[in-house]
């Protein structure tokens, strides 16, 4: 309603105070309490001209009909998620409808610019829930909460949010299982999924008043509606659907996340119960599907108590039909256990042009007919959900009670006809035509192609093409086009091979969807096209290797006239990047030696083709290939096995015969090692060993190809040869540690600490793990040296020596870890060795007298031993327990007998005699250990 702003904001601010207040002379609960279930539909603008950041909203709210003149909403306030609402200016009411003896329901529509992209929440805030509802705290003072989240994005397109078509308000029978289903449908197409949400309340509407951006939360005290304390005592009774009811355990309320149907098995309670419904619309796209909008629906359930049982609906299975093909009339049934007729009807988007016509009310049985026949508009990837509902018709003094399933129907598009393919005159190429699309509406028709028959027929609604049938796609076209030249991009199909074709049509995103494969149609090119038949590597070398490529002499052709010829050519590794190597009039040459080459660290494709000059001086092609030599490539792991890969690109089979991998011996010779079975693209294998300690394992591997019967066969290739030098062994390494124990033992007989400037050493020695790993090089250039200053910690290279030993100078501390790394002349490094660490002792000992007199000697107190100190908190206590010196400045405290009139031991001179003190002492150590000391202290002037 259109209050005056102080009003409106006075009323939404009353409904949060914990004692209520009286307006307009009636508390809050008996002025306010009337909202019972609602939503809102969001679709973008679709007029003449489209503004896609101008979106159209429909919202409907069901409202108890005991209301008082000035809550009856007859206009609105939204709130549009991008910080405006209707606050001055309300959305007025479009509709008003008594829908039962205690439901109005009323309808408003609206519309909102955005000023740019981005994901907005549009929402509802309603002053008052009605005051009975059972599963939240003092429903009557709680707001009404509902939300539609849309996506403003241009990529998108039109944009619709789903369209709930079953009303947000239904009756429960109890002890009777509850079933409901909002029957949406979402025009795109886009996939929707359904969760269960608490009702939610505005949590703050002052804010939502003042700045036009409510915080949804959720209603105090809310359970669903099975939950004890909502209905005590419920339990589930028997049910055939999903889930099936487990007589006798706890009641349960759930949703199908893919239909939609709530089931509540079963309420026991009579009152009203509340309960949100999310719906997600996902939209698809390139990779994962997009979430593109959020409806929460807030409905209500009232239980009521009968002696009725609910009826029971049959439904035919699911469905899918051809785009224009009539879907067979469908009889929907439907008894009822207590002989009562039966009211059928159906939900869903289809409605019209889909029609549900009811026949028989019964007893002792309800029937009814669907009939529908989709349109080329309606093909799209998700089924259509077709809401069946029956409905009993008791007497007046009974509440009524539902059974209801859901028919999904796959809508595809028909197959193309007619698909012919020729070969164009005096050439290579085959040439579709098929009849013009039936369904214009689709994106592309898609083009396939495989090398022979299929012998597939697809199923009634089978789209697209299975991967599985070896056809590969070869273009795409627009769905008015009725024509396709294959010409195997540029290369022309080969002679003597029968090219099959299938086509068929996808559609426009979001919706999506396919057709059913066209029938097939193949076409024969006579004669035989020149086929390469080996590229092997003769010799490895960085500078002067080689590769000899042959390949057959081709058939004669009516279409290739001389003057004809070879010219072959080569593109580095597995590129397309093909220059001319060779050319030749001489048909009977089919032998090519390409060298000198770099065959070591390269790989190389070679294509063929096959030309001559027509009379009207165009070139006739055909191609051969490519095809590729072998490469090879060898890797050994840290248990000092070789892992040998290899990789070809060719147009003959390497599968069907085994790949043998050869190995060099302790005298050069290449013995065979292993047989494995190769891939259409490589291989691999992993060698074990044993072998030859101090030298590096060579190997080649050979295939053996052929294109089929009736072709060549027994096509054998070599790769390149190529070594694997073993890594380096592991170093074992120790540390020359420090006895502390013995440090300790002669504390008073050790040399006194000079301060801080004191040095240290740490000495390392290592050996070699000649089995670490297995067939490991011991043939080591140099030692990489790595310290860490904690155990565990990041490390880094301080150098390198050629010997077995190093000795880590200048330290101020021998606190530290080393691990070492061995390297080969070759660069390979080993794994790095165990990790050693050395620590400091925990040494600290104080004389008992010093003479601060100035004289130079024994002025100052400081220890007479000490390890490396980071820390030295000292406190100094005369014999009446009275503190009268305190420093944590220096690490060796350096007291000269001063008080604490200021730190760094220049206070006033204390008097001779005997102090008490405390040392604090943080050692240098990896551990960063902690001690004190207590003792006292003689002074002497």
């Known amino acids: 309603m259109n209050l005056p702003l102080p009003n409106y904001i006075g009323r939404l601010l009353l409904v949060l105070l914990v004692n209520a207040v009286v307006l307009f002379g009636l508390t809050p609960a008996a002025q306010a309490s009337h909202i019972r279930a609602g939503d809102i539909q969001a679709k973008s603008d679709t007029t003449a001209n489209p503004n896609p950041r101008r979106v159209f909203f429909k919202m409907v709210l069901y409202q108890a009909t005991n209301l008082v003149s000035n809550v009856d909403e007859k206009d609105v306030t939204i709130f549009f998620g991008d910080g405006t609402c209707t606050l001055q200016n309300g959305v007025p009411r479009f509709s008003k409808t008594q829908i039962s003896p205690t439901v109005f329901r009323n309808i408003y529509y609206f519309e909102h610019t955005y000023n740019a992209p981005g994901q907005y929440t549009v929402s509802y805030i309603g002053e008052n829930r009605n005051a009975q509802i059972l599963n939240m705290t003092d429903p009557g003072n709680r707001t009404f909460y509902i939300s539609t989240t849309i996506t403003i994005d241009p990529a998108l397109g039109v944009n619709r949010s789903p369209v709930l078509t079953a009303p947000a308000i239904d009756n429960a029978s109890a002890n009777q299982v509850f079933l409901h289903n909002p029957g949406a449908f979402d025009a795109d197409g886009d996939s929707l999924s359904y969760e269960l949400m608490p009702s939610q309340a505005a949590n703050a509407v002052v804010v939502a008043v003042t700045d036009c951006t409510p915080r949804n939360a959720v209603v105090p005290g809310f359970v669903y509606p099975s939950a004890q304390s909502a209905s005590p005592g419920g339990k589930q009774v028997s049910y055939s659907g999903t889930p099936p009811g487990v007589v006798g355990a706890d009641a349960i309320f759930t949703v199908d996340s893919r239909t939609g149907q709530i089931v509540w098995n079963s309420p026991v309670r009579v009152g009203e119960f509340n309960v949100a419904l999310v719906i997600k619309e996902w939209r698809r796209g390139v990779g994962r599907p997009r979430l593109v909008g959020t ?543 050395n620590d400091n002792c925990l040494l600290f000992l104080l004389p008992n007298i010093f003479t601060p007199n100035g004289d130079g000697i024994n002025d100052t107190f400081r220890p007479k031993v000490a390890s490396p100190i980071r820390r030295t908190h000292f406190t100094v206590f005369n014999r009446w327990g009275v503190k009268i010196y305190e420093s944590s400045a220096d690490p060796l405290i350096n007291w000269n007998g001063g008080g604490t009139a200021n730190e760094g031991g220049r206070g006033p001179a204390v008097a001779e005699g005997m102090y008490y003190y405390q040392a604090e002492v943080e050692f240098a150590d990896l551990k960063s250990t902690k001690k004190t000391f207590k003792g006292w202290v003689q002074i002497n002037r």
């Open 295 to 837: 409806v929460i629906r807030d409905m209500q359930i009232t239980v009521v108590p009968t002696n009725n049982r609910r009826p029971e609906i049959t439904i035919p299975p699911d469905l899918c039909v051809v785009a224009g093909t009539p879907i067979p009339a469908q009889t929907i049934t439907a008894t009822d256990p207590d002989g009562q007729a039966i009211r059928l009807t159906a939900f869903g988007g289809i409605f019209p042009p889909a029609t549900f016509v009811q026949n028989q009310t019964g007893p002792p049985q309800a029937s009814g007919t669907f009939r529908w026949t989709p349109q080329c508009e309606n093909v799209r990837s998700e089924p259509y959900q077709v809401l069946f509902r029956a409905e009993d018709q008791p007497a007046q003094s009974s509440q009524s009670l539902i059974d209801e399933k859901v028919m999904r129907i796959t809508v595809v598009g028909p197959p193309p006809q007619n698909l012919q393919a020729t070969l164009q005159p005096g050439s290579a190429i085959a040439v579709l035509n098929w009849d013009r699309y039936v369904c214009q509406n689709a994106s592309q028709i898609l083009i396939y192609r495989r090398e022979g028959p299929s012998n597939w027929t697809p199923g009634p609604c089978e789209t697209g093409i299975p991967a599985d049938k070896g056809y590969t796609q070869i273009g795409a076209v627009s769905a008015s086009t009725q024509a396709f030249r294959d010409d195997r991009n540029g290369q022309g199909l080969e002679r003597g091979k029968t090219y099959c074709y299938r086509i068929y049509a996808v559609f426009p995103l979001p919706g999506g969807g396919a057709s059913i494969a066209s029938q097939e149609t193949c076409v024969t090119l006579t004669g035989r096209s020149a086929l390469l038949t080996n590229v092997t590597v003769d010799k490895t070398d960085a500078t002067t290797g080689q590769i000899t490529v042959k390949w057959t002499k081709p058939t004669s052709s009516a279409g290739f006239a001389q003057p004809y010829g070879y010219r072959l050519l080569r593109a580095t590794g597995q590129s397309t990047a093909f220059t001319q190597v060779y050319t030749t009039g001489n048909l009977n040459d089919t032998v090519f030696v390409n060298g000198p080459i770099n065959t070591l660290t390269t790989g190389y494709t070679y294509r063929l083709e096959f030309f001559s000059s027509s009379p009207t001086n165009t070139e006739l092609k055909e191609t051969a290939g490519p095809a590729s030599s072998i490469f090879a490539q060898g890797t050994i792991g840290s248990d000092g096995r070789v892992a040998l890969s290899w990789t070809h690109n060719v147009p003959w089979n390497n599968t069907l015969s085994p790949t043998v991998v050869f190995r060099k011996d302790a005298a050069g010779n290449f013995v065979q090692v292993a047989t494995v079975t190769g891939t259409a693209t490589g291989g691999s294998y992993t060698d074990p060993g044993p072998f030859v300690t101090g030298q590096p394992a060579c190997y080649y591997v050979r295939t053996t190809g052929t294109y089929g019967t009736g072709l060549p066969t027994n096509l054998v290739n070599l790769s390149q040869q190529v070594c694997v030098q073993p890594v380096p062994c592991t170093p074992v390494l120790s540390l020359k540690a420090t006895n502390c124990d013995s440090l300790s033992a002669n504390l008073f007989n050790l040399p006194a600490t000079t301060g801080n400037s004191q040095v240290y050493t740490n000495f390392l020695t290592w050996t070699l793990n000649t089995n670490l790993p297995p067939n490991c090089n011991r043939e080591i250039a140099f030692y990489r040296i790595f310290f860490s200053p904690t155990q565990g910690g990041s490390y880094r290279q301080i150098d390198s020596v050629k010997v077995l030993s190093y000795a880590h100078r200048n330290l101020t501390t021998l606190a530290g870890c080393y691990q070492v790394q061995a390297v080969d002349a070759s660069g390979q490094a080993s794994a790095r060795s165990n990790e050693v660490c």
